[in-house]
């Protein structure tokens, strides 16, 4: 068992994790539930898309030479000979100076390349509504291909339409669905177990007497990791007493793939949550700590395959190491290729109101503030006051962050805000 | 009944549907429950928060005049007469000279009004680890309130903790847990009815023939619709005739506080869809068309006091209503007061690949596909394409809006792309 309590892992060790921890195995899920999963298989087209040539537009189907050179004052003037229904496969094929009529999505007949918008177009008094025959004046010059989807433009039989590792959004449940992917391979959600640790705290519904707060992280944390993907579920409040901190971790180990502890940040806290960890079976302690503040107590570790995350008891530190660490190793965990790049985080620029001075060698989180501003970014004023009161929290509006090789940021920098 | 075929309303009147249909009402959710819901009643603190003066660090609680101008070269020598369980209410009062040993978290006792990190003292030979008791000696000087959260200094009982229209994120969330709501007060989510009108139109599961196409939108607006908050239930697919769809249209309006069918942009579809509405109880068509463009021929209407939304069939076009209108009025119906503010989509900056022309007179978006370079903004390439094909839709990663009162955006320009 290694033990080494003063390691400290700064983010880029964060990598090392996703070794450690490969992703979770995948599943078949239907269509309509895979929004957020990620794509495990690599989807190809079963057929041409679109099926044939289609109009983009209500007008009428010709061939592109019979409209050549025409324009209000040189129209042309061709045979309708029909409409076919949006949803038939028009069996006839144009003879010259002949065109029917079209709705949007219909296919285009045979000898047919183009499409006149209806707006271009004036029917002529030989006109029969009721069978769509008659002249039509033509007054706008069309190319090949002038309002048409040609068949296959879109996907080829055979084509590969979605790579694994695809993030599953509308864009990507669009394309499924036309393509007739009912259901897809995405990685499995992870689930997760939280567990508070601490004799001070009382579940919410009570009320606490002095010396006794209510127990906020699992509320919080359990939010942000259903955000991430996770499927939660709770293990309450757990004593400051070694044999039933190390019985529930040893439930929450068996029944999920991957076990948070949010405890005290207090010395003896943080030893107790080592000391259940260990206890485990092929156990291991991965980190101490983590270069980042606030959330630098946060201990890492291992109970078999299981990783099992012992973070900060103050809600606002916790929350941090939710999103730097936490939220993104979920992700890894249902197959994010990117988890831990820092550079596809949500941000807002904003003007820095004041100095913000930083330690070097830990990444430091400074709570923001937009102050609006007409037609100017926004300022943002770091959020003051001490990191245990929820008010700090719920004022803020993001995070800065100050690298580690970086002693602080001047007043009136342009920054990036993550708006979490 | 009302009936203007020509009106096309501008973004500026969505604000009309505000008032012609008001928010849903409220009902009582869990705390664990109530994520993303719009807050519809004034939270108060029922106590103090934090119940006393607490120790934000592991350490001493003192007397700060007893540490007064206390340094490395200078320490004082305090007698330490025990360390209270961190969820005790300590009776004690310190006298001149004393202190005791604190954790985070933990209540001051009477005559003490700061505290002095571990990690500034020395535990002399005197020490007793078990009791906790005897002399340390303090290297730093307190000042009155140093690492105390104050009783109070969160919230006073009484205090207004949360305003009614907030939305309920991780922040509230944790606010609630620590004043000990359990539940509150939310407005509804909207039950949403969905169905796409085509005969061209077959469910995923089955392949289409030439001149058929798979549903697509009733899949990509249901995701939307879900993502917006709303509770979806679909109708499938309903054929191109009247005493069906009128059919239809009447039980989804029964069963929902919003009712979206989609169709084909194809004139008769859209004669189809305002018939099916207009014979409805107490119908009215509001608008015939909306100022954006793609989707400017959506349809508006209310059947008594159900909106009745007709969407572009071409799911790109449809998927743009659902954004700029349909979302926004799902947040609104749920309580959200600035559901039509464009200035808080999330946005990314970059720079326009090339010039966009656009109408006058209309709202245009244009799909972007971001363009990474290092150390520099992103550049912005509108998605070129004809946008019945979904290629465009999946090969975007936002939008660009170029207002009603402009003629285009010029190569160059700094840009805010809609990162939907």
Redesign the interface.
Known sequence: MHHDFFTIIAREAFEELLRTFPPLPTERVG??RA?GRILAEQLRAG?D????H?S?M?GYALDARDAFGASEQNPVYLDCVGAP?????PGMTLAPGQCVRI?????LPKGADAVVM?EHTVCMDDWDEDAATGTIEVRKAAAPGL?V?QRG???LAGAVVLEPGTRIG?????????????EMDVFCRPRVGILST???LVA?????????????N???L???AR?AGALVRGYGIVP?DAPSLIATVQQAVAENDLVLLSG??????RDLTVQAIEAQNDAEILAHGVAISPGKPTILGRAGQTPVMGLP???ASA?VVMFCLVMPFIGHLQGQGNAFDTTVR?VR?AILARNVASKQGREDYVRIRFEERPHQLPLAHPVLG??????T??D?HGLMSVPADAEGVYKDALIDVW?V
């Open positions: 269509l309509d929004e057929h898309w679109p099926l044939s289609r983009c209500d229904h949006v949803d038939e496969n709705a949007t999505g219909g296919s209806v309002n989807m433009e879109d996907a509308f864009r990507e449940v669009g394309l499924g669905a036309a393509l007739g992917f009912t601490g004799d001070e919410v519904e009570h009320t606490p007497r002095v010396g006794q707060v209510r127990d906020v699992s509320h919080t359990a939010l942000s955000r400051d005290g940040s207090s010395i003896g806290v008891g103050q809600v929350q949500p620029q001490k990191s245990g009161l929820l008010r929290l719920v803020a708006t």
